[in-house]
């Protein structure tokens, strides 16, 4: 659990001023993680759907391809992903 979210936990019972200033945070910071909690959720719906897409390129090269052929085989879908967009560890290291 983040700290933000102890404080959404929290908040009813021991109040966000008292939280925040316990856990060293500060006020505006929390407001603005519950403020984009739903772009957060989208990103990593968006972020699972391309870990699956990077799979499935993987898997259809027999593992061969490394992450040059696998940056072009996703950019062949309707929709394209920036080369510098972070990528998660998907595959073991070997």
């Not at 102890?6 to 603005?32: E, M, P």
């Not at 739903?38 to 990593?44: E, G, L």
């Not at 719906?45 to 993987?58: G, K, M, N, S, Y």
């Not at 696998?70 to 560890?89: C, E, K, Y």
Request: proline share 4%; net charge positive; hydrophobic share 35%.
């Amino acid at each position: 659990m983040n700290r933000f979210q102890c404080v959404a936990d929290h908040q009813r019972r021991h109040g966000v001023k008292r939280l925040c200033t316990i856990l060293g945070i500060a006020r505006s910071s929390f407001h603005y993680w519950r403020r984009t909690a739903v772009h957060r959720a989208r990103r990593q719906e968006a972020d699972a759907r391309l870990a699956a897409r990077i799979r499935a390129v993987h898997q259809e090269s027999d593992g061969t391809y490394g992450a040059p052929r696998i940056t072009a085989g996703r950019n062949t879908d309707a929709r394209r992903v920036h080369r510098d967009r972070p990528r998660p560890a998907l595959l073991p290291a070997g």
